[in-house]
């Protein structure tokens, strides 16, 4: 792999999950089977997915003053992420994700900021101080847009890659967004939110990359789950078929899948390249439950493609 750094900035959550037999419905109560405690975050996910493929990693964010704090620096520490530039924010909580995870692997997600709400422009000169040499910026939505939207100008300002997770799914982006980043990665459900009509397979995925490419994205990438991956560049449009795989916990599969297309692209694949780096990360990633201890290594992809591609 490239030696070029990736820089995330964006969330770091201790997961909350609950593994139930369905997801409950509006005031009921409902008997689960296990509780367990793993680090999180989409920021951090995917900061964690990109050191285990073997790319320098850097994490910008903030965690709390409290014990999740120390153990959610800890994770990242351990897993190779540069965490230099983590505030720990003592007057906050650190940031919370409550998950419920049913018999079909679907999923049911509460996130609670914490000190993640509070990210302001102070993270993003320490963002700034990190950009020089890097191979690409990745942003989520779990912190404040306006902080997202600076950050964002920062790398652009300097020639970065932005690629754009826009999750949590929302429709109210700033306009100004759009013309700073260089790949977009929705979901069917994200898509469907930015554009205002459901993505639901490769034709209204189309449709929805080239609304969005209108509004200045260079590249869309939408994550269509068990069909595929539908891209689209300013020269072509493609589709990468889904990796079949026996799913456990989908929780990080999207965040699985942005840290291989990061790094992959950071390695000088092409595009379609990264893409299949994307899709099969994400694949691996839900075969095991929870979100950063379900991602997997650079070797373990290598010999997932060889075996797939042979």
Not at 11 to 29: C, K, Q, W
Not at 202 to 211: D, F
């Amino acid at each position: 792999m490239d030696q070029s750094h990736v820089i995330v900035f964006g969330s770091i959550n201790m997961d909350l999950v609950a593994r139930v037999p369905r997801l409950p419905v509006p005031s009921e109560t409902l008997l689960g089977y296990s509780f367990t405690t793993v680090p999180g975050g989409k920021g951090a996910n995917q900061a964690v997915a990109i050191a285990r493929l073997g790319v320098p990693t850097v994490m910008v964010g903030r965690v709390g003053g409290d014990r999740f704090g120390q153990e959610l620096l800890s994770g990242l520490q351990t897993a190779g992420v540069d965490t230099e530039d983590v505030l720990v924010d003592r007057a906050q909580s650190s940031g919370v994700a409550m998950i419920a995870v049913d018999d079909r692997s679907e999923n049911h997600i509460i996130v609670i900021p914490g000190a993640n709400g509070q990210m302001e422009p102070t993270d993003v000169d320490r963002l700034s101080r990190r950009l020089p040499g890097a191979a690409a910026l990745l942003l989520q939505l779990e912190i404040p847009l306006p902080t997202i939207l600076l950050a964002a100008q920062a790398a652009h300002a300097v020639g970065v890659r932005v690629i754009l997770d826009p999750a949590p799914a929302r429709s109210d982006l700033p306009a100004a967004l759009y013309s700073l980043v260089s790949i977009i990665t929705p979901n069917a459900i994200e898509a469907s939110q930015l554009v205002g009509f459901p993505v639901t397979n490769r034709e209204t995925a189309a449709q929805a990359a080239t609304v969005l490419q209108q509004r200045g994205v260079e590249t869309v990438i939408i994550k269509l789950g068990a069909v595929g991956v539908f891209g689209a560049t300013p020269d072509e449009s493609f589709f990468v078929p889904a990796f079949q795989v026996d799913a456990v916990d989908t929780v990080a599969a999207g965040d699985a899948f942005n840290g291989g297309l990061t790094a992959a692209l950071a390695a000088g694949l092409s595009l379609r390249e990264a893409v299949i780096w994307g899709a099969a990360t994400g694949a691996l990633s839900a075969t095991k439950p929870g979100a950063q201890s379900s991602l997997p290594d650079r070797a373990t992809v290598v010999n997932f493609l060889s075996q797939r591609q042979s």
